[in-house]
DNA sequence: TACCGAACTGAAGGATCCTTCAGGTATATT
DNA sequence: AATATACCTGAAGGATCCTTCAGTTCGGTA
């Protein structure tokens, strides 16, 4: 009985990604985005309380896996430049895992108060980069949240970077991931106590 | 007689900052932007052919600014530590001289294909990059672009993470400035030819 | 089979919004 | 002062869109 009701809401969550790739947030419409679930809009009104609410969601859950690649990240005291590496592979793979899904969720970035409605999922991922940075084998961080502030930003920066770079250049990913390592590694040496 | 449509055009521009900045993107609309620039609708569209052309238009200017002020840093031998500096504070520079108008962009920046729209003001300010990077005294860089769009987009991402987190924490653009430069500093000299 | 609740439908209400255009007002020129 | 030109006004047309809800369908149960 809730496996009905499940699909439904993965098949909204999923077209809503379709729908936001095809038309930008202009037409992004709570019917256009039923019609391609395969569902009435009266459906996704009873999953979601608004637009904004289904909006908000498939960011959400975004963030939460690049949160889950890198608390999946093992924590013993390992060389920073390692780390380093580690935090930008989880990074990017995250992104590159769904190409689609990325540059849509770019667009929707804007619209909503990022940092007024995700704030808990962003200071849990800023948390995991810290308790990293704080594991550390051969370096400390006086300000370590800082530091894991600006790592993400600017992975994040680079990330953003080069897919909206995709719409007018088909390679825009290539070596995205080297050159996200090499900042990363770069930056953390960086900023670690002399 | 100029005088009078310069003024408007200069109080539409003001008022789009200031609307987006108040209400998002949502409630950016054609009318309360008139409004807000004590013009009625028709006078707006006297000077933009639709809502999306002024959108664009304060968002150029944006990237315009950012470009004159990389161009005139001056691009005699100097160390690559000093010219990322250098980078570093002129992009910064420009997103700390109007706060508010760089939070209100960053809002408009999704819903506008940021690529497609003004990849030539992009290209600029990467050439403008690349000649520094190729002027440097003590390094040279064998893929002068790939490290100019690097750069700019971790900048640009740092930039953004920290507007962004204004909403939620007033002190977020605090040392702002010098994690760009460390930032900036160190993956230049990582991005250098060894 | 008859019944019940969960899940789904989709037309319609209510609210904006973008854009146009016929006409008004200020400034400059003769 | 009269005329031409540049600027400006704002009501209204036309097009969506978001959201609701009365009614229908489906899966399971007694």
Not at 39 to 60: C, D, W
Not at 108 to 119: K, T, W
């Amino acid at each position: 009985m809730q496996a009905r009701s499940g699909a439904t809401v993965q098949a909204i969550h999923e077209a809503a990604i379709q729908v936001l790739l095809t038309g930008g947030l202009a037409l992004f419409t709570t019917t256009r985005v039923a019609e391609r679930a395969g569902v009435s809009v009266g459906t996704l009104y009873q999953y979601f309380p608004n637009k904004q609410a289904l909006l908000f969601a498939i960011l959400l859950r975004h963030f939460e896996q690049i949160a889950e690649a890198i608390e999946a990240i093992p924590g013993d005291g390992k060389p920073i430049a390692a780390i380093a590496e580690d935090i930008a592979d989880a990074y990017i793979s995250v992104k590159l895992a769904r190409p689609d899904a990325t540059t849509a969720l770019y667009r929707v970035a804007g619209a909503i108060d990022q940092f007024r409605m995700s704030a808990d999922v962003l200071k849990r991922l800023e948390a995991a980069v810290v308790r990293l940075l704080t594991n550390a084998a051969d370096a400390s961080f006086r300000q370590a949240e800082k530091t894991a502030f600006t790592l993400l930003s600017s992975l994040a920066g680079l990330s953003r970077g080069s897919f909206g770079k995709l719409a007018v250049a088909d390679d825009a990913l290539d070596g995205l991931g080297a050159e996200a390592r090499l900042l990363s590694a770069a930056y953390l040496r960086a900023a670690a106590d002399a």
